[in-house]
């Protein structure tokens, strides 16, 4: 996994920078209702908006996962309680009868039922 991970995030991170040298050039942020403007690298711009729809969008998949997450909680205790009880029942069933001896029975062709 880590293999795969440094496969993925080195041509990224090389990308991220060729992109930021070769933008390098300003450009001016205007806020329209503030008084007041801003020069800010392109790449810089365009990477913050690149982070901010990531983060947005991670915001909405959890949002949209809570259902999901939800269900798995409510599953999750009652695996548990079935489990609790099944231990439950089983030790009551061992208290209640002592362990038998299995029948041995005839097989046909045979007089008696024990083995040789």
């Known amino acids: ?14 990308a991220v920078i060729v992109f930021s040298v070769n933008n390098r050039g300003s450009v001016t942020i205007d806020t329209w209702p503030a008084p007041f403007s801003v020069d800010v690298p392109v790449f810089a711009v365009v990477l913050v908006s690149i982070l901010g729809g990531m983060i947005v969008g991670a915001i909405i998949a959890w949002f949209s996962g809570g259902r ?28 209640a009868e002592p362990a038998q001896e299995p029948a041995q029975l005839a097989l ?9």
């Open 68 to 95: 999901t997450r939800s269900r798995a909680r409510m599953n999750a205790r009652r695996a548990k309680s079935a489990e609790t009880e099944a231990a439950a029942l089983r030790e009551q069933a061992s208290e």
């Open 108 to 116: 046909p062709g045979r007089k008696d039922a024990s083995p040789q």
């Open 1 to 14: 996994m880590r293999l795969i991970s440094w496969i993925i995030m080195v041509p990224v991170a090389l």
